[in-house]
């Protein structure tokens, strides 16, 4: 697996092409060129090129028998929320496509207020168009999918940012597999870069209202990365921190406002950690000369004010998982928890299209070893309550 997943996000470093359009080499699953072509059909059954960028696959397609194979239901946020919706979907569609598989999406209803029936709903949904296996986005998904787990015994499901599950007797269910990654890596990535590189004054906004882990994760190991850099240099840095108006993911007028009142007092780069809340405040950067750091996936294509991205392997997680099935290894994951990070080559910032100035990627070469060998160890046990937070150079304010 580490293989593997080190080959695929080393296409991705290099590439750096937003959304993870990479893919992998394993039997059953495409190779890692990634390559835009020309034909694209939206029909089951028919040739795929070898080699194709992900975002360049329809997002719908007609399966020629009304059956769909491979099924992605959908977190909270639109579907193309250039980050964590966006980077498991084309996943989803890449290994669907270049192995002839039928494939669809199903978002839950009522939005940013589904609740877990409407998320059980279109898990069971996908399984009555005929899935194999179902493929969920997002922690929230966890009490729909143990249900639909314990009642779809035969359909396969993959949790992406979850954990293994069990049913009501506490037996565990064998036909879900959880996918997490150690976002406090990538955090610490993205906050050392910066303060390396001359910022001083630090902004973070989270998704999920502080209740999601990952995103938890991500900011507490952003915060720990900051202060090790700050540390080094010698310097004291501010960072505003908050999960004020991020609870569904979406962009939001209040929360540009927010942002951009930070922007005018001072903050110089903002980690944007929320699906959606993306456009919020790039549009807040824009207006005030500001920079971002973007997540899960490498957003610098959709906003030039975008100084790197703290990624995931969401799209490779999702062929590696997708292959395991249909390669019959699935035994290999189901039922488990597989926590991906520095080691599995699944986290890590693109140094293809980041603009630092003074940070080199030499600098986070070294730096990226470091977590490797164990020498740095990125604290994952986040405080509940980041007000309690304590350290000698970066000065907390959260809002």
Known sequence: MKKYLAF???VLMIAALCGCGQTGTPAATPTAEAATTTETPTTAGTAAPTTVNAADIPDTMTSAD??????????VGQLMDKSFNQGTWEGVKLYAYQNNLSYKYYQPANGAQATDDDRYDAMKAAVD???DVVVCAGFLQGTAL??????FANTKFVFIDGWALTDANKNVLKNAAGICFKEEQAGYFAGYAVVMDGYTKLGFSGGGGGTNPACCRYGYGYVQGAEAAAEKLGVDVDMNYTWQYG???SASPELQTLINGWYENGTQIVFSCGGSIFESITAAASANDGAVVGVDVDQSAESDTVVTSAMKGLSQSVVYALGKFYDGQ????GGTTTSLGVNDDAVGLPTATWSMKTFTV????????QVKDGTIVVDDQFPTDMSTYQAAHVHLNVV
Request: glycine share 6%; no cysteine; net charge negative.
């Open 8 to 10: 695929l996000m080393a």
């Open 66 to 75: 009304g059956t769909y194979k491979v099924a992605f239901v959908t977190d």
């Open 129 to 131: 168009a005929g899935a």
């Open 146 to 151: 143990t249900k639909a787990a314990t009642d």
């Open 247 to 249: 609870a569904s993911y």
């Open 330 to 333: 699935w035994d290999e994951i």
């Open 362 to 369: 030499e600098d986070y070469q070294a730096l990226l070893q």
